[in-house]
């Protein structure tokens, strides 16, 4: 089957780049699992913070925040970001403030919010409104549509196996063999291992995983209202969801490739730090999961054409700011490979490129 774009992965990354490059070229999507979505597209805490990442990512997230307002009915609702912190970590919680642009409020306006939030231990409490949940299932899905109308399509259960570039351009083998002179790498935690099968020096991205509980609401109170707060340093976080509240312990741990499960003991240590602030106990957990974050050496995305294979083009390394970005990310992308002059500013456009892991 040919194409003038193969795009290598369906989750927020590739759906959102093969939408964008539709428009001008016809794309097939091959996606290994039998549904889009599946790896840490499905499994993230769905929320956009403009403030959180490298300045690169903050222009992407602040480029993307219009899209996912006003696009297709708008995908944001409101939910808030809070910081709550304990006498002495009075210095950590100074830089989350700043780190974050968020305003310190009174330990009374903590508790008017967050009514579970344990006297005893809090001693400092930040706020802004500025932060969002993401319908990311809906984002997902309309970007699908737009593939389609556009003329593309999303294959699911095709594993790409090979990868050779002939005279002609890509031949991939993914069950069947597809063709096509443009080979976008959207692969998620797997991004460096499809540049290896491809013939292309990979670029350090590496997948750190983050683990997840859902418990039942704390004390059966209604947390619809509430924000997601945080432990200073994102040592821990909660966040309502669909009536119960989600629990990660922010870790971050190297790992290779996979199906990602929740470690026990590392959601036990991440649960005690979320109870220190909670005067609710922690109940046995609904569900646990846990996904892959893909980080490049620097923390940043990684969008655009190698600069050694440039028909070889990157779309990876979105760590965990995969959704906030998405937007924009997949807008610049599409960019690049046509060729047109990005609409972001020109510092961040480089910080971004894949040339820059390569000097
Ligand atoms: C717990 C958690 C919380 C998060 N919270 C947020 C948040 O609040 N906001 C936010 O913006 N981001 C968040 N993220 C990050 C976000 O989820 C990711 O950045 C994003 O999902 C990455 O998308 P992706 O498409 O690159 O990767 P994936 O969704 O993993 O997609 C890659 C796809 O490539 C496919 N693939 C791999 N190899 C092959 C092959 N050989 N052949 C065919 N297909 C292949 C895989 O099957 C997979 O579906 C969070 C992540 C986690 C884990």
């Known amino acids: 089957m040919n194409a003038d774009i193969i795009v290598i ?14 428009a001008d070229a016809k794309v097939i999507l091959l996606e290994m699992e039998s549904a889009t ?7 993230s805490a769905a929320l956009i913070e403009q403030n959180y990442g490298a300045p690169s990512v903050q222009a992407l997230n602040r480029a993307s925040v219009g899209y996912l307002r006003d696009a297709n009915g708008g995908y944001l609702t409101p939910r808030g970001l809070m910081i709550v912190a304990s006498a002495d970590e009075r ?22 919010m967050v009514p579970v939030l344990e006297r005893e231990t809090l001693a400092f409490a930040g706020y802004h409104a500025d932060a969002f949940d993401i319908d990311t299932d809906r984002l997902m899905q309309d970007f699908i549509r737009i593939l389609k109308r556009n003329g593309g399509q999303v294959l699911t259960d095709r594993t790409v196996t ?7 351009g890509w031949s991939v083998t993914a069950g069947a063999e597809y063709t096509a002179p443009t080979l976008v790498n959207a692969g998620g935690a797997w991004a460096d ?45 909660a966040k309502p969801d669909a009536g119960a509240l989600i629990i990660s312990p922010a870790d971050e741990d190297a790992t290779h490739p996979h199906d990602a499960f929740a470690d026990d003991m590392t959601l036990a240590e991440g649960l005690a730090r979320y109870q220190q602030f909670v005067a609710e106990p922690v109940t046995k957990p609904l569900a646990t999961w ?31 700011y995969g959704f906030q970005t998405a937007a924009a990310a997949s807008l610049l992308l599409a960019d690049l490979v046509a060729g047109r002059a990005p609409e972001l500013d020109k510092t961040s456009v480089a910080a971004l490129k894949p040339d820059r892991l390569r000097a």
């Open 37 to 43: 979505g599946y790896h840490a597209s499905g499994r």
């Open 162 to 168: 090979a990868i050779r570039q002939e005279a002609g």
């Open 91 to 112: 210095e950590a919680f100074q830089i989350d403030l700043g780190k974050m642009g968020v305003d310190e409020i009174s330990v009374q306006e903590a508790r008017d």
């Open 9 to 22: 992965g369906g989750g927020i990354a590739g759906l959102s780049a093969a939408a964008r490059l539709s």
């Open 290 to 320: 846990a996904g892959l974050r893909s980080f490049a050496p620097d923390r940043t995305l990684v969008l655009g054409r190698d600069p050694e294979v440039p028909e070889f083009v990157w779309c990876a390394g979105q760590g965990g």
């Open 193 to 237: 291992l499809i540049a290896g099968i491809a013939g292309v020096t990979p670029l350090g991205i590496v997948p750190h995983r983050r683990s997840m509980a859902r418990i039942k609401a704390p004390g059966g109170h209604d947390v619809g209202g509430w924000p997601m707060f945080f432990g200073v340093g994102e040592t821990w976080y």
